[in-house]
């Protein structure tokens, strides 16, 4: 153990190493201050085809980490010691500015609008921002953690929901069809046009059709990738 | 008569004799001034001594005046020429200056405070007595060309000494006349309130005296020569005799101060406002800063007219030191005034005692003041440990249960995968895993409702915007402020945006609300308008009277305008002291 290395022993204990990672498997760090969560998320992540990387307890640890590890994805609480407020988030943005090709994905006991947006303006791309809960969806969690990996967006559907809800949201989107908002709100959650053709059982050209179509009626110029069409969307749901 | 009085009225005949016998040597020497002005401004500082003494025997200014009368008139008597008296006369007034340096600085005690003070007037005193000895020791008449004058050759004569003494003495003078100005700037500086309001009048008299001693020495050495300094020189003889006036009004106006006393009487005679009784006494007292403190009655403690509490001053504090005295009825602290130290004890005595029914009066106002600031108090009390609670309830939440919720989800959906082989029981774990969904959302929304996180973690700002992103209507928000405030306001001012915002989205038909928080004057203002059908009523709804109670909790102020039609627009202001 290097003795210069801060977090200590703890840190370097929960560090699995890996030396040769196989090309294409997704590494991953992960942080919670709750044990119990922690090693339940590693092992349904391992089960999935995840190479867990590290955990850590807390930001610092977290920190150390990910120095050591370079993961390709963190996956951390936004609340965790020491003061059991928003270390994860503030972790997760010190994380994006001294590497910024790693992936962020924040879960949250709760979820709100602006701090979705705080994260995707924050960050240039790999941004995902979710209710803790969502990780028992193993598949769409895992799909999530994926996207979010390879620099897509993963954002809760509740956030959607509730911009969607909106009196304003209402108004200015009745002139899209029921098919149109169905797309728009996938794309919020950061899906891209693949998922959606998947999920609604579409072809991709319909797809990008009701998307250009999207675009059109609420005057958003195309955006060049996955994750600013989300900022682009959420910015205009919000705004209405 | 006492003996003390026959012994001034001997000490007095004995120097009018003095100043008139002086008179009349400068009259029969023929020398040019108005010996009637002069003569009176000499009585004048004899009177004013003679009478500070009876009036104030512990005083040195009395003795101060009658040694100035003394020492100034050796100059007259230095006109006779006879043997050495020209000399004595020539060199013994010259402290005369000094003496009266000493009593501008000195004034209303006659003791000079600091070191500087005191070495201010001692330099003085050094440099009018050390040209005198070069004088005595050196200046020959004759070489003068004065074959009359009565002046005994010196022992040491040399009329280059004499003049080099005389400039260097002016040039001094100059000197000694800026450290005088100095100290008594730093005198001016450290005076408390009342003190100022005594050494004004003095000052004022003594500034023009010096202007125009000042404009003497500078139109012209011989005065006799021009009719303009002959003028200012006569100018300065009326103002010797105002001089010693003012000396004695300010020694004696604690005289005048009583007689304000009796004004106090009659001033309270008429039912005073809250807080008037204090500014009566500071009048009579001539101490704008007086403070008036009232006992409760068998607590020790103490509280002003308004019911707030004090404390009584400590003693010793250094300049900003404050004396109380306090008045007891019964052998019970009653009330205390809180003053400046340099005020007359038995003065403040007689004040309070003219206040006394109208301080028995408000001190029983300030009791009930007092309840009801513990009444208030205790209510702020009630609210924030409430709202502390739904913090603590809301942490232990978001903490334990939801979190072993979380996990508990976890472990369910990892169950589910392995039993995917067994339909029966990958569907009663699916209805399992969808209840607890149910349960976490439930729960997420309690907690929302105990307390907001957000309004924990990152303030109110953010956690109006939030209830703007949930809120089903459009609601610009507008704060120009980041930074954290109190709990209880930022609980208090959340509370009112989100009470106000769900009448709103509820009764108002509005198409959109703003909501607008801004500080300002030490408060925070929370403003919520909406554009709906108007009409609420604060005295009706139960809801905004909720809120009302809850933002005067906090000292707040709350308000609701509404019309028929045009809207609705409540306002609070919440005191931030931060």
């Known amino acids: ?240 | 008569m006492t003996r003390r009085r026959w012994g001034l009225a001997a000490l007095g005949i004995m120097l009018m004799g003095w100043i008139i016998g002086g008179e009349w040597v400068s009259i029969h020497q023929h020398v040019p001034e108005n010996h009637f002005i002069d003569a009176v401004g000499g009585l004048s500082f004899l009177v004013a001594g003679l009478v500070a003494l009876d009036r104030r025997p512990r005083n040195r200014m009395g003795w101060l005046m009658i040694a100035y009368v003394a020492v100034s008139y050796l100059g007259n008597w230095g006109n006779l020429q006879v043997a050495v008296v020209p000399m004595i006369g020539t060199i013994g007034q010259q402290p005369g200056g000094a003496i009266l340096a000493q009593m501008v600085l000195s004034y209303p005690t006659g003791r000079l405070r600091t070191r500087f003070e005191r070495f201010v007037i001692g330099t003085i005193y050094a440099v009018a007595i050390g040209m005198s000895a070069v004088i005595a020791l050196a200046y020959d008449p004759r070489a003068d060309g004065c074959t009359r004058c009565a002046w005994e050759p010196a022992p040491f004569p040399s009329r280059h000494a004499v003049l080099t003494a005389i400039s260097a003495g002016q040039r001094a003078g100059f000197f000694v006349f800026l450290l005088l100005i100095m100290a008594l700037w730093l005198r001016w500086r450290r005076a408390t309130p009342a003190e100022r309001l005594g050494l004004a009048p003095l000052w004022v008299a003594a500034s023009i005296y010096m202007v125009v001693g000042l404009m003497g020495t500078f139109a012209s050495p011989d005065p006799t020569a021009q009719p303009f300094a002959y003028l200012v020189w006569e100018l300065q003889s009326v103002l010797q005799i105002i001089l010693p006036i003012v000396f004695l009004w300010g020694l004696l106006s604690t005289r005048l101060a009583r007689s304000a006393v009796g004004d106090l009487v009659m001033e309270l005679e008429r039912p005073l406002l809250p807080g008037e009784l204090r500014a009566s006494l500071a009048r009579a007292l001539g101490d704008p800063s007086l403070d008036l403190l009232y006992a409760l009655e068998g607590q020790g403690r103490w509280v002003n007219a308004d019911g707030q509490p004090r404390f009584l001053p400590t003693p010793g504090g250094g300049r900003q030191a404050r004396t109380a005295t306090v008045v007891e009825r019964e052998g019970e602290p009653l009330a205390a005034l809180i003053h400046d130290p340099a005020l007359d004890q038995g003065l403040v005595r007689a004040a309070a005692a003219a206040a006394g029914m109208a301080i028995v009066n408000e001190r029983l106002q300030a009791e009930v003041r007092a309840q009801l600031e513990e009444v208030r108090a205790s209510r702020q009390r009630i609210v924030e440990a409430g709202d502390a609670e739904r913090r603590r309830v809301e942490r232990n939440l978001h903490d334990g249960t939801q979190q072993r919720m979380a996990t508990l989800a976890l472990s369910l959906a990892m169950l589910r995968d392995r039993v995917a082989g067994d339909p029966a029981m990958a569907a009663s774990l699916d209805q399992a895993a969808a209840e607890l969904k149910l349960a976490i959302g439930e729960l997420r929304e309690l907690a929302r409702g105990i307390h907001p996180a957000i309004l924990t973690e990152e303030g109110l700002p953010a956690a109006v915007e939030a209830l703007a992103d949930r809120s089903s209507l459009p609601v610009r928000v507008r704060a120009d402020f980041d930074e954290r405030l109190p709990e209880p306001v930022e609980a208090t001012a959340y509370f009112v945006v989100s009470e106000s915002l769900a009448n709103v989205a509820k009764y108002a038909c509005a198409s959109g609300a703003q909501v607008a928080l801004w500080r300002r004057n030490g408060s925070l203002h929370v403003e919520v308008i909406d554009d709906g059908v108007g009409g609420a009523d604060a005295s009706r709804g139960s809801g905004l009277r909720g809120l009302e109670d809850r933002v005067s909790a906090v000292r707040g102020s709350f308000r609701v305008h509404t019309s028929p039609g045009g809207g609705t627009c409540v306002v609070a202001e919440i005191p931030c002291d931060t």
């Open chain 1, 1 to 240: 153990m290097d003795p210069t290395m801060p977090g200590g022993a703890a840190a370097a204990a929960r560090v699995g190493r890996t030396f040769s990672p196989e090309p294409g498997v997704i590494r991953v760090v992960l942080a919670d201050d709750s044990v119990l969560f922690r090693e339940g998320l590693a092992r349904l992540l391992a089960e999935n085809g995840f190479l867990v990387a590290g955990q850590a307890g807390d930001a610092d640890e977290l920190d150390v980490v990910v120095e050591q590890e370079s993961p390709d994805v963190v996956v951390t609480d936004i609340r965790m010691p020491p003061t059991n407020t928003n270390e994860g988030l503030l972790a997760a943005q010190r994380i994006h500015a001294q590497h910024p090709q790693i992936g962020l994905l924040v879960l949250s006991q709760y979820v709100e609008t602006r701090q979705a947006v705080k994260l995707l303006q924050n960050a240039s791309h790999g941004v995902g921002y979710l209710l803790k809960d969502r990780v028992s969806d193993i598949a769409e969690f895992a799909d999530a953690v994926r996207r979010v990996a390879r620099g897509g967006s993963a954002i809760d559907p509740e956030v959607v929901a509730h911009l969607l809800q909106r009196r304003g949201a209402y108004s200015a989107l009745g002139a899209l069809t029921g098919r149109e908002q169905d797309i728009l709100a996938l794309m919020a959650q950061g899906r891209s046009n693949r998922a959606i053709c998947e999920r609604l059982v579409l072809s991709p050209k319909t797809v990008e059709t009701h998307v250009g179509a999207i675009f059109s009626k609420l005057g958003l110029l195309p955006a060049a990738d996955d994750h600013r069409r989300v900022l682009a969307v959420i910015t205009y749901l919000r705004n209405t």
